[in-house]
T-cell receptor, first 115, second 113 residues
Framework: AQSVTQPDIHITVSEGASLELRCNYS??????LFWYVQSPGQGLQLLLK??????LVQGIKGFEAEFKRSQSSFNLRKPSVHWSDAAEYFC?????????????FGSGTRLQVQP | NAGVTQTPKFRVLKTGQSMTLLCAQD?????MYWYRQDPGMGLRLIHY???????AKGEVPDGYNVSRLKKQNFLLGLESAAPSQTSVYFC????????????FGPGTRLLVL
């Protein structure tokens, strides 16, 4: 069974600083990987996804993520954080070859942005 | 195109009461899911459906039942609510093609006293 680990429960960065959120996954085959963002009291919005091909994936709101198979990682990055980026971020892995195709989520990383 | 909608947005129940959460999608998606979100635990799959008339258990199905009588609707029922079911419930849908994105509803916050 697949699993996802987000080692950082809470991260605080200054506005304008760079950001990297870590995600490690466990899955036997090539995974489908996702990053979602959840603003307070809101649902989940897809930031970006990786299925195959180029290992550097661009998403919305200036985010990008890099798939590293050798490290089983899919870290999310942003060069310059804005105050509106404060939210909770979830990494997820999907197993496209299983019948249910549900996602397995990490426990999330809460991002706080200091002015 | 409303995407995925959930009813109600918030509900307070007493232990032992029953209720039904409604999820509706207008994207003609085959797959629908119910997740629960608890602090520090991410989202966990309760039940899912791969098409009209079908349902299956996820990781945490105990205490819940589901029905998918119409393709666009996926209902989650709590027959006898317990405080451990206090959570935020999210519905999601996807096309089921294998590389699909899951689209999430806004969530239902449930408090069981």
């Amino acid at each position: 069974a697949q699993s996802v680990t987000q080692p950082d429960i809470h991260i605080t960065v200054s506005e304008g600083a760079s950001l990297e959120l870590r995600c490690n996954y466990s899955y036997g085959a090539t995974p489908y990987l996702f990053w979602y963002v959840q603003s307070p009291g809101q649902g989940l919005q897809l930031l970006l996804k990786y299925f195959s091909g180029d290992t550097l994936v661009q998403g919305i709101k200036g985010f990008e993520a890099e798939f590293k198979r050798s490290q089983s990682s899919f870290n999310l990055r942003k060069p310059s954080v804005h105050w509106s980026d404060a939210a909770e971020y979830f990494c997820a892995v999907g197993a496209g070859d299983t019948g249910r195709r549900a996602l397995t989520f990490g426990s999330g990383t809460r991002l706080q942005v200091q002015p | 195109n409303a995407g995925v909608t959930q009813t109600p947005k918030f509900r307070v129940l007493k232990t032992g009461q029953s209720m039904t959460l409604l999820c509706a999608q207008d994207m003609n998606h085959e797959y629908m899911y119910w997740y629960r979100q608890d602090p520090g635990m991410g989202l966990r799959l309760i039940h899912y459906s791969v098409g009209e008339g079908t349902t299956a258990k996820g990781e945490v199905p105990d205490g819940y039942n589901v029905s998918r009588l119409k393709k666009q609707n996926f209902l989650l029922g709590l027959e006898s609510a317990a405080p451990s079911q206090t959570s935020v419930y999210f519905c999601a849908s996807s096309s089921g093609t294998g590389r699909e994105t899951q689209y999430f509803g806004p969530g239902t916050r449930l408090l069981v006293l």
